[in-house]
């Protein structure tokens, strides 16, 4: 028998059969999935930003998607992070 706190989260019990292995890797792959997504969209971002500013000259040197604005500078966020 599904558990309440079971049952909120997979309220059509797609998920009830699955094994931790298989739920496991269905979380991988999804996780994959937003990575890549994330990922492709960064370039667009940037796209857009210079598409709505053509008069501002926007540095890109040091832009990367994986690092974060920290004091005031770019930084690579601490391993636990990302």
């Not at 999935?33 to 969209?41: A, D, F, R």
């Given at each position: 028998?599904?558990?309440?706190?079971?049952?909120?989260?997979?309220?059509?019990?797609?998920?009830?059969?699955?094994?931790?292995?298989?739920?496991?890797?269905?979380?991988?792959?999804?996780?994959?999935?937003?990575?890549?997504?994330?990922?492709?969209?960064?370039?667009?971002?940037?796209?857009?930003?210079?598409?709505?500013?053509?008069?501002?000259?926007l540095?890109?040197?040091?832009?990367?998607?994986?690092?974060?604005?920290?004091?005031?500078r770019?930084?690579?966020?601490?391993?636990?992070?990302?």
């Amino acid at each position: 028998m599904i558990a309440e706190e079971e049952r909120r989260a997979d309220p059509a019990g797609l998920y009830a059969d699955f094994s931790r292995a298989d739920l496991v890797k269905t979380v991988l792959d999804w996780q994959g999935s937003v990575v890549e997504v994330s990922c492709s969209q960064f370039p667009n971002s940037i796209a857009q930003i210079q598409l709505l500013n053509p008069n501002v000259g926007l540095n890109l040197d040091g832009l990367d998607e994986e690092k974060e604005v920290w004091d005031g500078r770019i930084a690579t966020p601490p391993k636990g992070d990302n």
